[in-house]
């Protein structure tokens, strides 16, 4: 059984740092890929980051890119997301994400992905 469980989100400054985890089970990254997507109030959901089981590299939306970035915790099946340089745009529901190995993850494409977790909110705001 296929199970994702986010962490870590929580209101921060505009400039600061937070990190996610997405605790997952019932599957590896050897055959899924895993990624991280968001939906602010009012907005559609929208891709964050992900890393793909067909190349092991990474994938962020440009709006992300240079500022969040994914590594993997293998021994505890966990995904991070360390986010730095928070802008307020960044504010929304942060959700893991798996799709057996698809192309979503590589066009961080939320409508191809398979299994949900039930998000964890980002809030930046002063």
């Known amino acids: 059984q296929v199970q994702l469980v986010e962490s870590g989100g929580g209101k921060v400054q505009p400039g600061g740092s937070l990190r996610l985890s997405c605790t997952f089970s019932?599957?590896?990254?050897?055959?899924?890929?895993l990624g991280w997507f968001r939906q602010a109030p009012g907005k559609e959901r929208e891709g964050v980051a992900c890393?793909?089981?067909?190349?092991?590299?990474?994938y962020y939306a440009d709006s992300v890119k240079g500022r969040f970035t994914l590594f993997r915790d293998n021994a505890k099946n966990t995904v991070h997301l360390q986010m730095n340089s928070l802008k307020p745009e960044d504010t929304g529901v942060y959700y893991c994400?798996?799709?057996?190995?698809?192309?979503?993850?590589?066009?961080?494409?939320?409508?191809?992905?398979?299994?949900w977790g039930t998000g964890t909110p980002v809030t930046v705001s002063t």
């Open positions: 890393v793909s089981n067909r190349d092991g590299n990474g």
């Open positions: 994400a798996a799709e057996y190995d698809g192309p979503s993850c590589l066009f961080l494409r939320p409508d191809g992905m398979q299994y």
């Open positions: 019932g599957f590896t990254l050897d055959y899924y890929s």
